[in-house]
Structures are given as C-alpha cells and as structure tokens.
C-alpha cells in the first residue's frame, strides 16, 4: 500500500447515524409546529450540511422558521447523537488494522464541527489523527476546503491520500481535492448514484474497501 493517509466521511460511512438524524431533524420541525419528515426523506436530505437539512426539511430555504428549525436541531443533536447511532459492522476493525500498518486517518465532514470531534472521540478513540467538521472559516463538501485542511494538518499531499465516503458529495469533493475516492456502498446512497457523480472505486463491505486500498 502507498497510501499514507486515508480520510473518512463520518455520516454513512464510518457511523450510521440516519435515526438520530432523523429524530433530531423531526424535534426541530415540531418545535416549529411543522410537519415531521420520514427516515427515508431525511436520508435523501442528508450530506451538505445541517444547514441545508433543514432548508430541505423544512421545505423552502426562505421560510421565516428555517434559522428556529436550525437552532432546535442544534439543541436537540447536541443531546441526542449518541441515542441509536453506531458504527457500521467491520469498521472499528478496519480502522484498528489501517492503524496497524502505520496509515494516518482523519476524519472530513459536513457535521457541525463539535458533533464530529464528539463523536470521533466516542466511537474511534486514538483511531483519528485529525477531525474537521462544519466550520464557517471553510466552505463545506464538495468544495475541497476541508479535505485540503485535513491533509495539510497530516502533512501528506493528494498522491498519498484516499478519501472514503457513501455519497455523491464525497466523490466530487475527492475529485476537486485532487484525491482518490473510494465510494462506500452500504451508506446513504445508493451505488447508482455513486456511479453517476464518477466514482471510479466502490466498495460494499469494509473488508473489500480494505482490499481496494490495499492495491491502491
């Protein structure tokens, strides 16, 4: 393997976090007094942002209510991410043997950026060099901003990375960060629409994503 670091997306690639997602987004918009979404829609919501959830859950990002909806989601996450969330099967010993071989990992998502350190610290403790979530001093996936950060904090270049995520977003991040991307298949999206945004790698179990960056 000559790839030195891989760089993970949190949310439907490390951890399956759709039910607390989901229960937080449906907290916000009955705080609102709006009408509560389903799993199924919140998973289609998903991946650029909290922000942008909510515009898609509340139903029109000009809404008078979309920045009390924001506010509510951030309360009510903040006290309940860790309610059903877990990691997916095979990834705590996936991580553990990339660590093994001397691989540096991160972790690059469009989390708010206390859930995403919060997290990292609970599920993959010692497993993440570094943790960059939502930050307003960075423009979110898919711009390359917070990839870029993760590697210049690591001291790898784009040669010597691969970025691991489940959706269309992550691919055309890695794309515009100059880097390899390995689409994880058992997330929120489906391989479809991984194929659709370019990926060039897919993987649909941990341990074949361990065989693809093994001859990467």
């Given at each position: ?148 950060e993760a590697m210049r904090r690591l001291g790898v270049t784009p040669e010597e990375t691969v970025y691991v995520g489940d959706s269309d977003v992550d691919v055309i ?44």
């Amino acid at each position: 393997m000559r790839i030195r670091a891989v760089l993970w997306d949190l949310d439907g690639t490390l951890l399956d976090t759709l039910d607390d997602l989901a229960a937080s987004t449906n907290a916000a918009l009955a705080a609102c007094g709006l009408p509560p979404r389903t799993r199924e829609e919140v998973r289609a919501f998903v991946g650029n942002g909290v922000r942008k959830l909510i515009e898609r859950a509340v139903g029109d990002a000009q809404h008078p209510q979309v920045q009390q909806a924001y506010d509510a989601f951030v309360a009510h996450y903040a006290a309940h991410s860790r309610d059903a969330t877990r990691p997916y099967d095979g990834i705590p010993q996936l991580l553990a043997a990339l660590k093994e071989r001397g691989v540096l990992q991160g972790v690059v998502s469009n989390k708010i950026d206390f859930a995403v350190r919060e997290l990292c610290g609970v599920y993959f403790p010692g497993m993440m060099e570094v943790a960059v979530g939502d930050d307003p001093s960075r423009r979110r996936k898919p711009a390359p901003d917070s990839v870029l950060e993760a590697m210049r904090r690591l001291g790898v270049t784009p040669e010597e990375t691969v970025y691991v995520g489940d959706s269309d977003v992550d691919v055309i991040t890695a794309a515009n960060a100059g880097v390899c991307c390995v689409a994880a298949a058992w997330g929120f999206r489906d391989e479809e629409c991984l194929t659709a945004a370019g990926a060039a790698h897919i993987a649909h179990t941990p341990q074949e994503l361990d065989d693809i960056l093994t001859a990467l």
